[in-house]
């Protein structure tokens, strides 16, 4: 059964950094688009940033442009996301999600199009 676990949430003040990993266990990662997402209380899920197998190309939701990046170590079955410049609007669950790709494909940040999903974790940014 794949699984995925995430880490590095916790509290941070305001213009602080986190990186949150998302490790994967039971599968290899090269076959799959990667995505982040946060939500918080009343909210619906929100994407944050996906990575596309193989080429790797990446996603940003607007309003972390500039603030956050995603990368991924394969060989590690490992996805990172840096997160700069936090802001209390950032606050939130952050998960990671998996889906297959037999064959190469640009991700998105629709959290309807994974199968898989961590556990979450909590970033509470303070101002």
């Known amino acids: 059964q794949p699984q995925l676990v995430e880490s590095g949430g916790g509290l941070v003040q305001a213009g602080g950094s986190l990186r949150l990993s998302c490790a994967a266990s039971?599968?290899?990662?090269?076959?799959?688009?990667i995505g982040w997402f946060r939500q918080t209380p009343g909210e619906e899920r929100e994407g944050v940033s996906c990575?596309?197998?193989?080429?790797?190309?990446?996603k940003y939701v607007n309003s972390v442009k500039g603030r956050f990046s995603i990368f991924r170590e394969d060989a590690k079955s490992t996805v990172y996301l840096q997160m700069d410049s936090l802001k209390p609007e950032d606050t939130g669950v952050y998960y990671c999600?998996?889906?297959?790709?037999?064959?190469?494909?640009?991700?998105?940040?629709?959290?309807?199009?994974?199968?898989?999903y961590g556990q979450g974790t909590q970033v509470t940014v303070s101002s």
């Open positions: 999600a998996a889906i297959k790709m037999p064959l190469i494909r640009s991700c998105t940040l629709s959290s309807h199009e994974y199968e898989y």
């Open positions: 039971g599968f290899t990662l090269d076959s799959y688009n």
């Open positions: 990575t596309s197998r193989t080429r790797g190309g990446t």
